[in-house]
């Protein structure tokens, strides 16, 4: 079975940085593309980024610029890298494989 974790999530400042992290278990990691979610509170979850297992990267508008995904297959992980942190990007952060399984999440939480 497929287990995602997600951390890195936490408090941080308008204008500040997070790096996410979210660590698969299991050999299939390498051929996967992976993507990143978030879901704010009272909102649909939402797609945020989605990298191939080649390194093809793909962003929603709102965070191009802003943000990087990029993975380690060595290290069976794939990151989040969100700079300019905006309000508007507080919410529950997700990873995801392509057959369905998802992390568990962690929060993240832009305020002054």
């Known amino acids: 079975q497929v287990q995602l974790v997600e951390y890195g999530g936490g408090l941080v400042q308008p204008g500040g940085s997070l790096r996410l992290s979210c660590a698969a278990s299991?050999?299939?990691?390498?051929?996967?593309?992976m993507s990143w979610y978030r879901q704010a509170p009272g909102q649909q979850r939402e797609l945020v980024a989605a990298?191939?297992?080649?390194?093809?990267?793909n962003y929603v508008d709102f965070v191009k610029g802003r943000f990087t995904i990029s993975r380690d297959n060595a290290k069976n992980t794939v990151y989040l890298q969100m700079n300019s942190l905006k309000p508007e990007d507080t919410a529950v952060y997700y990873c995801?494989?392509?057959?369905?399984?998802w992390g568990k999440g962690t929060l993240v939480t832009v305020s002054s």
């Open positions: 990298i191939t297992s080649g390194g093809s990267t």
């Open positions: 299991g050999t299939f990691f390498g051929v996967y593309a």
């Open positions: 995801k494989t392509p057959t369905g399984y």
